[in-house]
């Protein structure tokens, strides 16, 4: 199974080679308006799985997600922060995450807690549970376990969760551009005015 990393110097690759027969090459190169539609699209098949089917499909759709991100983040950098809004559970998740990607298994690890989760705050995600979800994927490393158990990024996971609500964020997604909350003129979701907004903040 190939981890974050691996998958991202694939599409690195990829993109690099300029070759007109892939898929992930010709995504690049049709700009920021295809790819920015592409992962709206990508995000309501997200909703839709998770409130209609099934784990598996969900993580599909999740991963799906997350590609067409990586692909968005060549034209701009995509910084993702976890937020723990949902109590200690969520708290213990983040961290967990967190070591995870010290283990170069953060995309791995998010498409698991997503395919086990429960309902909030039943306890599912002790830090014991954790280490074990890591372990199946394997990482086992003494080193990912302490970080769990010692809470390494509890530090910073608390301060992201702090940083939300100056910021008025009360739910995910939430973008900002350069550090400025995009406000949508609307509820609905308009690529032109998002690719705008993307543009501008590239001058």
Known sequence: MKNFDDLWQELDSRISSADPESNTYRLFSSGVHSIG??????????????????KEELATEIAQLIYHLQVMAKEAKVVYHMASFLGQESVRASNASYCAVDEGRFLDFHKALYQVQGNENSGLFSNENLITIGNKLGITSETFADCVNDNKYGDFV??????????????????????TRWERSSSEFNVDEFKAAVEAAKR
């Open 158 to 179: 608390k301060k992201v969760a702090e940083s939300m609500k100056p910021n008025n964020v009360e739910g995910t997604p939430t973008v900002f551009i350069n550090g």
């Open 37 to 54: 539609k592409k992962i709206m699209e990508e995000a309501g098949e997200v909703w839709l799985a998770a409130e209609y089917q099934g």
